[in-house]
């Protein structure tokens, strides 16, 4: 990506954490920045304070990206100003309860695997092609520890993890040949509403993941999609596995007394 030349990044998962921060961060660089999410009222807010704090144009729409046909509909109806897209940062996704793999909900089962692997393969599906088109852009995946290992209680978020570094692999040798890039970004504990979505919204559970300890911030995983972004476009950085100093493994953290 040339930050300087107005390039237009695709956020999904924008209205929170990780995907709002990188909205900004690729915004404060010159960039024009479509936020996605399904919260509307909680992403045109984030909209509001990204395009407030940096002068950018934001675009918004609302969509759930497990739902194909509305990703389909979405990307076939921007307006012809935004429709080159040069990022696309697969973003959205969550882990859903900390049962055994076996005992997961038919809820949460549906709920990991249709957004961090199908909705995942739905906005690229609608994106990549225009790209290729195009010979040029960057996809940019958010993987996670748990692509490389696997923790008790994320059997099935771990499982989810691991296709997205599988799906970064297979997508970027599907490419080969072009000058498209893919890249992963996977990080280990980001506080964010991460854990409060895993708790469906116990306040108290998922304060105590961060407990004692510092985690990564959402804006230091941007700084990470920025970075593998703005390499020269001969460049591509197949996946960068970050993790706060405080961990040294997914189920390795350290807490301060
Ligand atoms: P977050 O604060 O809960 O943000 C998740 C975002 O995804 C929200 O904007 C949410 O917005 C959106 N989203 C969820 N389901 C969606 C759907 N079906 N369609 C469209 N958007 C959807 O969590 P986060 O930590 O920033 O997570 C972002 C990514 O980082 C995820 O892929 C996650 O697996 C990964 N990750 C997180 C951590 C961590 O410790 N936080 C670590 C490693 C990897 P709406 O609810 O408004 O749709």
Known sequence: MNTRNDSIVCVTGASAGIGRAAAESFAREGARVIMMARRKEKLEQAARDVAHATGADILVRDVDVTDRDAVTHVFAALPDAWRDIDVLINNA????????GYATTPEHLDGMLDTNVKGLLHV???VLPGMLERNRGHVINVGSTAGHWVYPGGTVYC?????????????????????VRV???SPGLVETEFSLVRFEGDEEQASKVYANMTP??????????LWAATRPPHVNISEILMMCVDQSHAAMVHRHA
């Open 93 to 100: 996704g969550k882990a859903l309860g900390l049962s055994p």
């Open 124 to 126: 690229t599906g609608a």
């Open 216 to 225: 990564l911030r959402a804006e230091d995983v941007a700084d990470a999609m």
């Open 159 to 179: 499982a989810t993890k691991h296709a997205v570094r599988a799906l970064n692999e297979g997508l970027k040798m599907d490419v080969h040949g072009t000058a």
């Open 183 to 185: 890249t992963a970004v």
